[in-house]
């Protein structure tokens, strides 16, 4: 017996030293001597934890785990993985099970991995506190991803049981994984667990606060705390100058809230932006220590968090209502508020005119069902809806965001018949709304394809520079997508076609949009106003208004272009209109046939829907003896014509990728047949073969780019 039980004690003693050295490497601060009490912190907070978890009795240490650190992570492990601590393989498989029947399920591995959760991601506290979540060893740190934050877990050394890591892309050296933390962490020290306040917190009421914010001479004698139901939650907004978002809170009775009394509060010191994640919309709180601000281009003084200020949780026996006339020494008289501007008749006969639709603003649950395109922000939510996050500043990694992901989207607009070759509704959250990760998904990051690797920084210029509407949005994004399959990666590499410089060093995509794009969006001074597009009411933003989008163009491969021609070419072949009736009555049925022979059909852009727009490589055959227009799919013989259709003759137009919107495409039909006479040409069935062919020359004037 003895012996059999020597390899066990032997085995667990390895695993101690290994659990020993690491805690020391990564936890414990530099150059100090080995904590003993630490170790042994951590491997009572492991075994607590596996035995919450219905281990059986006996049970020692999880021998077949090992510890992780942050650099082993971002070093070694270059798939996905998921680790959850005390899981049998039959519950692994019972998780991953959902996962399976849609994609992917993530591979498990078995490694513990312990660090700090912080809101710090480096040393100098104020520039680097932007709301973001991270796991920190000796080591190093990682960006993580937490569905219910509670505030006082940051700073303090975690057991993470439960969580999975992404890797960076393969196409984004520059990148760097993220943890998404499954369930609570398990602290390895005790945590504070606080009594509440000695004495009740003095509070005011969303309306109240309302009334005390219209009378400016008031408000330098307090910092009063605000209480009520959180009842909307503005995205995370980042600006070259600084990070803010507002929130809202509105009574807490239903009578109250039906009357739609709320209140709005700025957070935009760098320590709270974190707050932004530990918010629920419909849960009560508390945040103190508030005052006044007058915001530049937006005409209210709103309330702003201070230096001082905390976010609390609501608790009815913790608080106690302030009497304003009490603390002010009199009467607080009622001041209406200023009229909200309305839109003038003029103004509203127009939109009727030019059709122009308005977005429903909602709340919605759902979950991610595919990926669109993803630097596009452009994913489709339970199977039937679109989803457009291009509209708000995206913060979080874009592997997060894949199917199998639940959501809750807050404040967001829904736009139907968009048009533009659209036909689902989209959703589209604008600053106002707020987008809330309520589960993770069990399924693997698909590998992204090369078009849809690049672009970011192109869709953001779309939206935040050139402020395209939605329904030209999507369809920018579905014409980048056609023409990058025209010419990457054989002609041009995917980085080269979709990267965007600057607005002065555009992408060669927006290059070859801009002729329609400044037609139906001519470039303007950016004027989105974040606060107002919050704040104001009427809400207004890009999104509140928009017009079913007529397909402008589109930039069809040269064999799709070529097999669509041949067969309205066999579709519209009419012997009648061929042969003129006075003169075809007194022909044989020889020269009839004779006739019918050979023909040709001229299609221009307009024939086909929507309009054409050709672009491809211009090379010279020496095999065929004339030019011709490339792309991946294949050539179309080509004559360059200018505009005055004299032929042009420029080498160096040789190599060149060009872009053509006027063109001709000819198309010769060849037929057999044997009608008997010209009574019969109407019956289809004295057609015995029909071929049609592109013409070895064409017409247009291609502008060369």
């Known amino acids: 017996m003895a012996a059999c039980g020597a390899p066990v004690l032997g085995s667990e003693q390895t695993w ?28 009572d907070c492991v075994k607590t934890t596996c035995l919450s978890q219905g281990r059986k009795q006996g049970f020692t240490l999880p021998l077949s785990y090992s510890f992780v650190s942050v650099r082993d992570l971002r070093s070694h492990q ?104 499954w369930g609570d962490p398990v602290p390895v020290f005790p945590l504070t667990v606080s009594t509440g306040p000695t004495t009740p917190i003095p509070v005011l009421y969303p309306q109240a606060a309302s009334r005390l914010l219209r009378h400016s001479s008031k408000l330098r004698i307090m910092q009063p705390n605000l209480a009520g139901k959180l009842v909307r939650l503005s995205a995370l907004v980042k600006s070259q100058k600084k990070a803010y978002f507002i929130l809202s809170l509105g009574e807490l009775s239903p009578a109250g809230s039906q009357a739609g009394s709320h209140v709005s509060i700025i957070v935009q010191v760098p320590a709270q932006l974190v707050w932004h994640r530990a918010l629920w919309p419909g849960r009560a709180y508390v945040l103190t220590g508030l005052r006044v601000s007058k915001i530049h281009g937006y005409q209210h003084r709103v309330w702003t968090t201070s230096p001082t200020s905390h976010l609390l949780p609501l608790k009815p026996e913790c608080v106690q209502e302030l009497d304003l ?24 006969r127009k939109e009727q005119k030019g059709l122009l639709r308005d977005s429903r603003l909602l709340s919605y649950t759902g979950k991610i069902t595919g990926v669109l395109n993803q630097p596009a922000g452009l994913y489709e939510l339970d199977g039937q809806l679109g989803l457009c996050l291009s509209y708000q500043q995206f913060h979080g990694p874009r592997q997060v965001m894949r199917p199998g992901v639940h ?19 989209v959703l589209a959250p ?26 970011a920084s192109l869709y953001e210029q779309l939206v935040w520079e050139r402020q395209l509407g939605l329904p030209l949005y999507l369809w920018v994004t579905k014409a980048l997508e056609e023409l990058a399959c025209k010419l990457c990666p054989h002609v041009l590499r995917h980085r080269q076609f979709l990267h965007h410089f600057s607005p002065e060093n ?11 794009l400044d037609v139906l969006a001519p470039p303007r001074i950016p004027s989105r106003n974040a606060h107002k597009e919050i704040l104001e009411e009427p809400h207004r933003c890009p999104l509140q208004k928009y017009a079913q989008l007529q397909t402008p163009c589109s930039f069809p491969s040269l064999a799709t272009l070529k097999e669509e021609g041949l067969c309205k070419a066999r579709a519209s072949f009419d012997p009648k ?72 003759t420029d080498p160096r137009l040789i190599g060149c990728l060009v872009r053509a919107e006027r063109f001709q495409l000819v198309i010769e039909r060849n037929v057999r047949s044997n009608f008997p006479s010209w009574k019969e040409l109407s019956m289809t069935g004295f057609i015995q073969k029909q071929q049609a062919r592109l013409a070895s020359w064409g017409s247009g004037y291609t502008p060369s780019l």
């Not at 690491?22 to 904590?35: A, H, K, R, S, Y």
Request: aromatic share 6%; glycine share 8%.
């Open 407 to 425: 959501l809750e989207l807050q404040d967001v607009h829904l736009l139907q018949s968009v048009g533009g070759g659209t036909r689902r509704p």
């Open 325 to 348: 006339e009490l603390e002010l020494g009199r009467p607080l008289l009622e001041v209406d508020p200023k009229p909200l501007p309305r839109t003038s008749n003029i103004q509203e």
């Open 78 to 181: 270059r798939l996905p993985c998921c680790s959850h601590l005390s899981w049998s393989s039959t519950a692994y498989q019972s998780w991953a099970q959902e996962a399976g029947l849609s994609g992917t399920p993530i591979p498990r591995e078995r490694l513990l991995l312990l660090g700090t959760l912080t809101d710090l991601s480096g040393d100098a506290e104020r520039e680097c506190r932007n709301g973001s979540l991270y796991v920190r060893d000796n080591t190093g740190i990682l960006g993580c991803e937490l569905i219910d934050l509670d505030l006082s877990w940051l700073g303090h050394l975690f057991l993470f049981p439960s969580w999975s890591y992404l890797p960076p892309a393969r196409w984004n050296s520059s990148g760097e994984g993220h943890l998404e933390l």
């Open 430 to 455: 604008c600053l106002r709304g707020a987008v809330l990760l309520r589960s993770f998904s069990r399924q693997k990051p698909e590998t992204q394809s090369s078009p849809q690797a690049w672009g």
């Open 577 to 648: 209109t061929l042969l003129p009736f006075p003169e075809v009555s007194h022909l044989t049925s020889c020269q009839l046939n004779q006739r019918l022979a050979w023909s040709w059909l001229c299609l221009l852009p307009s024939t086909f829907h929507p309009a054409q727009v050709l672009l491809g490589i211009l090379v010279a055959s020496s095999h065929k003896g004339c030019l011709q227009l490339r792309d991946q799919s294949g050539s179309l013989p080509c004559l360059l014509l200018n505009k005055h259709s004299q032929p042009l």
């Open 506 to 516: 555009p992408s060669l995509g927006l290059q070859l949009l801009a002729p329609t």
């Open 16 to 43: 101690l030293e290994a659990a020993q050295a690491f805690i020391q490497e990564t936890l414990c601060p530099v150059g100090q001597e080995p904590n003993v009490q630490l170790t042994q912190l951590v491997i």
